[in-house]
Nanobody, 117 residues
Framework: QVQLAESGGGLVQAGGSLRLSCAASGIIINFRPMAWYRQAPGKQRELVAQFSSGGSTNYVDSVKGRFTISRDNAKNMMYLQMNSLKPEDTAVYYC???????????WGKGTLVTVSS
């Protein structure tokens, strides 16, 4: 029943910007833990940015000051604004809604971000 759908990926030059969107259905994202992950070929999936259950935000060190996570509760949407993009940001980006039980997290199918030098 729960579905997450990412959009907004694409090809950009280094230094450019993209805004990723995550449309959620079957869940209310307001005050719920939500996160953006990314995975590049040959690398582990990593946590990029997240909302805690209390609404606080956290970012991986490599994107601090460049990426901003946000949400529009009226639209039940989550966003990731990515500025000053670097080639090392190239990855498939995933929306995630963590569940109470391990292994039951909800994931989108991902959107590809490619940053050229």
């Amino acid at each position: 029943q729960v579905q997450l759908a990412e959009s907004g990926g694409g090809l950009v030059q280094a230094g450019g910007s993209l805004r990723l969107s995550c449309a959620a259905s079957g869940i209310i994202i307001n005050f719920r833990p939500m996160a953006w992950y990314r995975q590049a070929p040959g690398k582990q999936r990593e946590l990029v940015a997240q909302f805690s259950s209390g609404g606080s935000t956290n970012y991986v060190d490599s994107v601090k000051g460049r990426f901003t996570i946000s949400r529009d509760n009226a639209k039940n949407m989550m966003y990731l604004q990515m500025n000053s993009l670097k080639p090392e940001d190239t990855a498939v980006y995933y929306c995630c809604a963590p569940a109470l039980n391990i292994g039951m997290d909800h994931w989108g199918k991902g959107t590809l971000v490619t940053v050229s030098s």
